[in-house]
């Protein structure tokens, strides 16, 4: 009994990490970790739950980082957005055993590409362009989503990432990671795709 109840005050104070975790590659991320190839991945592995939380330039996965100006590029964002609904594309079948919930989910807010409503109608026609142009050119967005998987035993310590397979523009990923008893940094390349979490 005292033993279930240690656990148990374990896996709550873990989980509550990744919030800090969160808080923190956040605040890194309006700043200057925003690098074209890199993504984030932050993960906490308490008892038989596993959280993940991605965060990526959105150029990685769309090779792009505007919003859509064709049908195709429009095509290529959703279907961007329907497997990132899943995680295959990041843990293949790895934790198929497991029940899994997409916790958050936030897609890129494109710097519009026109100048903002009004004056987009308004100027139009003097050919007033400046806003736009001032806008387009350092204009950055992300991907990113969090993963929770409940698992019906405690997951394997490794965990091969597929995401540079399915993803061409991620070059690599620069892991944080927390258990109940440790903590790590790793950084996965396609060469290199394996986590182990101990
Ligand atoms: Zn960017």
Not at 79 to 104: H, I, P, T, Y
Not at 167 to 193: K, P, Y
Request: negative net charge.
């Amino acid at each position: 009994m005292t033993r279930f109840s240690n656990n148990q005050r374990t896996t709550h104070a873990s989980l509550g990490l990744i919030a800090l975790l969160a808080g923190t590659s956040a605040a890194a991320q309006g700043l200057d970790s925003h690098v074209h190839g890199n993504a984030e991945l932050n993960v906490v592995i308490a008892g038989q739950q596993l959280q993940f939380e991605f965060i990526s330039p959105a150029l990685n996965l769309l090779g792009f980082e505007r919003a859509p100006n064709s049908a195709a590029e429009a095509a290529l964002l959703d279907s961007v957005v329907a497997d990132l609904k899943s995680s295959e594309w990041l843990v293949g079948d790895a934790l198929v055993d497991c029940q899994m919930s997409s916790v958050a989910f936030e897609t890129p807010e494109f710097a519009e590409s026109h100048a903002p409503d009004g004056d987009a109608q308004k100027h139009d026609e003097d050919g007033h362009d400046e806003h736009a142009q001032g806008t387009g050119g350092d204009a950055h967005a992300n991907f990113s989503v969090q993963y929770l998987f409940d698992c019906p035993a405690p997951p394997a310590r490794d965990i091969s990432i597929t995401a540079f397979s399915h993803f061409g523009g991620i070059e690599e990923i620069t892991v944080q990671w927390i258990s109940e008893t440790r903590q790590g940094l790793a950084r996965l390349t396609a060469s290199n795709t394996v986590l182990a979490l101990e």
